[in-house]
């Protein structure tokens, strides 16, 4: 039975780093292990159980740290693993991701900031371990269609949609962009009589008028300059099947007046043509705008309106059906895995309900951008709260990134000189700035400077104490040597120092 106390493995081949780190870790009574190489630690994580958290170094004699991820992630391919870096260069951090690392830290670390991470990833472990019994409540076989949702506006929808398509009857999609108009006529199309024709979309809005008519009528050689040689239009060739016209809201008025040609006679001419040309085609239109209003406003043709009006389908908003929303990404997760775009399968309960409370102005089409993302940054087979884009995670009140807690020294200059000697700040703590600052976290910061090696220390602390005492005293000297414990004289002393 696991342990309720989570479980961190180390893996330095530096002794000092090992104990440093080592000590911060323990502070919050995690049980914490220590592997001295690659092998060592990899060796461990295979015999199990394995731990909740990985620290690896990434460069190390003989096995090095990215190689260790790779094989610690083939052997638990959910093990969590933040790799520990002194080199900061782009390739590291390309690498790391790209083996599955859940985050890197740079050293000299901090205190604070591996706490941080090392309780970002933790959440992240309990997270996994959720989703972890997680079955598929869709197959995503069972919706051809592309259209998924069991509220009852949606099977209202499908119902209309089996009801027009047993005639040729012309059908109006109205609904939010993203919503799935296209989805719905490409379905009645399929499940048609003219389901063995072309089906054509034309995006009206996407075409400029001067060339709107060519595009869907044709042309004929010299009607216009640069038209070099005959050209058939949509409606020739979807001559039998059907055509979706979207954004049927943006067509202009001398446009509308040649569709309604269309649907009276079943007739077209090409630009610069005599000749008529009988056509049949069942035409289905989409527009997210109010045609009722542009009627109203002589910008759309009554008599066209009615004509395409003949049988409305309104494609609701996401935001007014939030329970279809886990099959949607279920649905989309099952495609990607098929596609081979992704190999998560799932997401973990935390990060659900986050995507259930959004209120998706981009409707389907957004959720389905959001997914793809966040299974492409997921590291593992589940797709996590820090997966998520960060607007997401900001509007449902969660952190950014364990980056953005506060760094160690700034909790160190604020909270005041008594502090150093393991006495308690005068003032709480700000929200998020790390572990009480104590003797014992103090010198677990100096240990982990010591390692860098590459300046005095005390010079370097005292200026930065120095400069934080005094920015905090609004520049004022005589203030800021009396918090320091100092004369004045000795303060401007010590800022002359190199």
């Known amino acids: 039975m696991p342990s309720s106390v989570p479980t961190i493995l180390v893996i330095d ?30 060796a461990l994580v295979k015999k199990g159980p394995p731990p909740d958290l990985v620290f690896l170094d990434v460069r190390m004699g003989g096995m090095s740290g990215l190689e260790a991820l790779q094989h610690i992630r083939a052997a638990n ?58 079955k598929p409540t869709i197959n995503a076989d069972d919706y051809r269609e592309g259209i998924v949702g069991a509220s009852p506006v949606m099977q209202d929808v499908f119902k209309i949609i089996g009801q027009v398509t047993a005639s040729d009857v012309t059908v109006m999609i109205t609904g939010e962009s993203g919503t799935g108009k296209e989805l719905v006529a490409r379905s009645i199309w399929k499940h048609s009589h003219r389901a ?13 008028d001067n060339l709107i008519e060519s595009e869907l009528f044709g042309h004929e050689k010299g009607s216009f300059t640069g038209a070099t040689g005959q050209r058939l239009g949509k409606f ?109 399968a799932k997401v973990a309960p935390e990060a659900m309900a986050v995507l259930a409370r959004h209120r ?34 900001a509007e449902a009140g969660v952190p950014a990134s364990a980056d953005s807690k506060p760094p160690f020294a700034a909790a160190i200059s604020e909270a005041g000189p008594g502090a150093a000697a393991g006495e ?24 982990a400077e010591l390692a860098r090696g590459d300046e005095p220390l005390l ?20 203030k800021a040597a009396k918090r320091l414990g100092l004369t004045k004289a000795a303060l401007q002393k010590r800022l002359k120092e190199p």
Not at 426 to 435: D, R, V
Not at 469 to 476: I, N
Request: charged content about 25%; overall charge neutral; aromatic content about 6%.
């Open 236 to 344: 020739e060739l979807c001559d039998g099947g059907t055509i979706f016209l979207d954004e049927i809201g943006d067509m202009a008025l001398a446009t509308q007046t040649k569709i309604l040609r269309v649907l009276q006679a079943g007739e077209i001419q090409r630009v610069g043509g005599t000749e008529t040309i009988k056509v049949d085609v069942r035409i289905l239109a989409a527009t997210n705008k109010d045609l009722e209003a542009m009627v109203r406003m002589k910008t759309f043709r009554e008599d066209l309106y009615y004509r395409l009006n003949v049988v409305r389908i309104k494609m609701p908003p996401l935001r007014d059906r939030p329970g279809d929303i886990p099959s949607i990404v279920e649905f989309c997760l099952q495609n990607l895995v098929k596609q081979r775009k992704a190999r998560v």
């Open 360 to 393: 998706w102005p981009g409707n389907v089409r957004e959720l389905e951008n959001v997914i793809y993302r966040s299974a492409v940054i997921a590291p593992g087979d589940t797709i996590l709260l820090k997966d998520l884009p960060a607007d997401l995670r």
């Open 196 to 208: 063995g024709k072309p089906f054509i979309a034309v995006n009206c809005a996407a075409i400029p």
């Open 77 to 134: 391919p959910r093990q969590l693993v933040i790799l520990m870096t002194a080199f900061g260069t782009a390739q590291t951090a390309i690498e790391a991701m790209k083996y599955g690392a859940f985050d890197y830290v740079m050293k000299p670390f901090d205190p604070a900031k591996v706490l941080a991470l090392a309780d970002h990833a933790l959440q992240a472990h309990a997270d996994l371990r959720a989703a972890g019994d997680y």
């Open 459 to 478: 010079p370097r602390l005292q200026r930065e104490m120095i400069a934080r005492v005094l920015k905090a005293e609004g520049g004022d000297p005589a």
């Open 424 to 447: 308690q700040a005068a003032t709480p703590p700000a929200p998020n700035a790390g572990p009480a600052l104590t003797l014992e976290t103090a010198l677990d910061f100096l240990q």
């Open 13 to 42: 081949d530096d002794a000092e780093i090992r104990y440093s780190l080592n000590r911060v870790l323990s502070s919050r009574a995690w049980q914490v292990a220590e592997a001295a190489s690659g092998e060592q630690g990899v």
